[in-house]
């Protein structure tokens, strides 16, 4: 085995590795459990670093490769991106799904707040005293 067939191998267990743990995510968000998630994991930024390097190097060198392997290659990074959208839509959605759930509880804990004063020619609502935060991070 030459050495860019030996970085292609590499590429191709990186790829197939990194699809799996978007797939474990997907997993992880349709069952409702986002703490769940492999791509949060160090091991797994690490993962994505190192096939951010070695992609670099692959790209630099695709015209050289044999046509089986850039095929099979192609393949996987095929899955990977499509992995890669599916995730990106279930994260959105959970994204959405819990923001809507803050705001209806901020409206909802603004209302209750909201004083009207009854004397003078119109009642005024007077503003919420405080902001709510909470953390953006799923």
């Known amino acids: 085995m030459t050495a860019s067939q030996e970085k292609i191998e590499r590429m191709l267990v990186l790829t197939r590795r990194l699809t799996d743990a978007l797939h474990g995510d997907i997993d992880a968000l349709e069952r409702g ?17 190192h096939y951010a390097r070695e992609a670099a190097v692959i790209k630099a060198q695709a015209r050289t490769l044999p046509a089986d392997m850039r095929a099979t290659l192609a393949e996987a990074t095929v899955k990977l991106h499509e992995a890669l959208a599916l995730h990106e839509r279930r994260l959105t959605r959970v994204r959405r799904a819990s923001e809507g ?7 909802d804990v603004e209302r209750r707040r909201r004083v009207t004063r009854t004397y003078g020619p119109r009642p005024t609502p007077r503003a919420a005293s405080a902001a709510m935060l909470y953390n953006g991070v799923i």
């Open 33 to 49: 459990r986002p703490a769940e998630m492999r791509t949060i994991l160090p091991e797994t930024q690490q993962l994505l670093a």
């Open 101 to 107: 759930m803050i705001r209806a509880i901020v409206d």
